[in-house]
T-cell receptor
Framework: GESVGLHLPTLSVQEGDNSIINCAYSNSASDYFIWYKQESGKGPQFIIDIRSNMDKRQGQRVTVLLNKTVKHLSLQIAATQPGDSAVYFC????????????FGQGTTLQVKP | DADVTQTPRNRITKTGKRIMLECSQTKGHDRMYWYRQDPGLGLRLIYYSFDVKDINKGEISDGYSVSRQAQAKFSLSLESAIPNQTALYFCASAVGGSGRYNEQFFGPGTRLTVL
């Protein structure tokens, strides 16, 4: 079956440092991935996505890297700020035209002042 | 105002009770989804609906039912709540059409506790 997973449940970084959150997926046929941010008391919010025909995609302070060879993707946050503290999930679209998202377990990012 | 709203935000109930969680969206989306989130786990899909007449089971539909009363409303029911249904429940909506990768917009969640 399909599954996605994250390497670490918690990541603690100093404010201003760069953060890297990792995710491994199992379905080599997956062709679209999304990173979500979930703040306390809120639903997940879209951060950035990447399709399998790309290795890298950049947004504002965020970069997603995709390594299809080892089925791994990562989210890099530059100059981490206190407002970045949240749980981060990677998700992939499942097979078929269902729009079904398969979520990983989540990494809690803690930003120390 | 929020585009996807859920009521109630918090609910405590007893084993065996029937519970309904409601979701409304003002985005005009055709697709709506119900997810469940447990501590340490990602969201898991319970049910999804492509339109009012198209409702499908997700990966963990046992013990749940849904109703798509209108394009904007999608409710989730627990016919006879049990303690292991204690979780955070999220509703989401997305545009329809032929697009496979339509972004899902999530509500704020409902925290349900079954005693």
């Amino acid at each position: 079956g399909e599954s996605v997973g994250l390497h670490l449940p918690t990541l603690s970084v100093q404010e201003g440092d760069n953060s890297i959150i990792n995710c491994a997926y199992s379905n080599s046929a997956s062709d679209y991935f999304i990173w979500y941010k979930q703040e306390s008391g809120k639903g997940p919010q879209f951060i950035i996505d990447i399709r399998s025909n790309m290795d890298k995609r950049q947004g504002q302070r965020v970069t997603v890297l995709l390594n299809k060879t080892v089925k791994h993707l990562s989210l890099q946050i530059a100059a981490t700020q206190p407002g970045d503290s949240a749980v981060y999930f990677c998700a992939e679209f499942g097979s078929g035209n269902t729009g079904k998202l398969i979520f990983g377990q989540g990494t809690t990012l803690q930003v120390k002042p | 105002d929020a585009d996807v709203t859920q009521t109630p935000r918090n609910r405590i109930t007893k084993t065996g009770k029937r519970i309904m969680l409601e979701c409304s969206q003002t985005k005009g989306h055709d697709r709506m989804y119900w997810y469940r989130q447990d501590p340490g786990l990602g969201l898991r899909l319970i049910y999804y609906s492509f339109d009012v007449k198209d409702i499908n089971k997700g990966e963990i539909s046992d013990g749940y039912s849904v109703s798509r009363q209108a394009q904007a409303k999608f409710s989730l029911s627990l016919e006879s709540a049990i303690p292991n249904q204690t979780a955070l429940y999220f509703c989401a909506s997305a545009v329809g059409g032929s697009g496979r990768y339509n972004e899902q917009f999530f509500g704020p969640g409902t925290r349900l506790t079954v005693l």
